[in-house]
């Protein structure tokens, strides 16, 4: 059972366009997390965020912005989708357990810009 | 965090046990050993992590070196739905941060 969602999972959207990915958490996470992975590729970390108001750009550059005003929500934003936008988008969340962290992950956003 | 090393595929006979390998020679002492999987192109799974010591859990058992410089990862009856890649990550627990590398992509056969 999923404790982290992720809408739309499909999304097929003409260049120019502005997009947000959504992602919801119902386990009370204070961290979250949106990766980027092309097909057969590699996970690279693009945005994360430590808690409410907090925003931080992961590893690889990306042109999305995020924003942090809940707890539990962490949308993705594109202003202007472009054909190399194109990839699947995936959110997580973690928390801390004792003994290391507990992380989540959503089904992700497969994101096709055409 | 340390970087590791995995092969890049492996095969394994459905039914038998599948050991994958981790190479992680620059490990610090504070660093955890953590286990992903990702089944095509899903959101990746939680395995199972440890620190030093051997650990077992429902999905699998984690061999760690006493120098901790490598680990196993074992599948102890793989399926054919355990067909997926496998990611070997080290970190230091205060850095929330997960950073994947290329993995080992598992394919089990009938």
């Known amino acids: 059972e999923a404790d982290i969602y992720q809408t739309p999972r499909y999304l097929v959207i003409g260049t120019g366009k502005k997009i947000t990915l959504e992602c919801s958490q119902t386990?009370?996470?204070?961290?979250m997390y949106w990766y980027q992975q092309d097909p057969g590729m590699e996970l690279h970390l693009i945005h994360y965020?430590?808690?409410?108001?907090?925003?931080e750009k992961g590893d690889l550059s990306s042109e999305s912005t995020v924003s942090r005003i809940r707890t539990e929500h962490f949308p993705l934003t594109l202003e202007s989708a472009r054909p190399s936008h194109t990839s699947q988008y995936l959110c997580?969340?973690?928390?801390?357990?004792?003994?290391?962290?507990?992380?989540?992950f959503g089904s992700g956003t497969r994101l096709t810009v055409v | 965090d340390a970087k590791t090393t995995q092969p890049p595929s492996m095969d394994c006979a459905e039914g038998r046990a599948a050991n994958l390998p981790c190479n992680h020679s620059?490990?610090?002492?504070?660093?955890?050993v953590y286990w992903y999987r990702q089944i095509h192109s899903q959101g990746p799974q939680y395995i199972i992590h440890g620190l030093k010591n051997n650990e077992t859990n429902e999905m699998a058992s984690l061999i760690i070196t006493e120098d901790r410089k490598s680990s196993t990862l074992i599948l102890p009856h793989a399926t054919l739905r355990d067909t997926a890649v496998y990611y070997c990550i080290v970190r230091v627990a205060n850095d929330y941060k997960l950073s994947f590398g290329a993995g080992t992509t598992v394919t089990v056969r009938a």
């Open positions: 997580a969340s973690s928390e801390f357990i004792g003994r290391g962290t507990s992380y989540t």
């Open positions: 965020s430590y808690g409410v108001n907090s925003t």
């Open positions: 620059t490990i610090s002492g504070n660093e955890y």
């Open positions: 386990m009370g996470h204070d961290k």
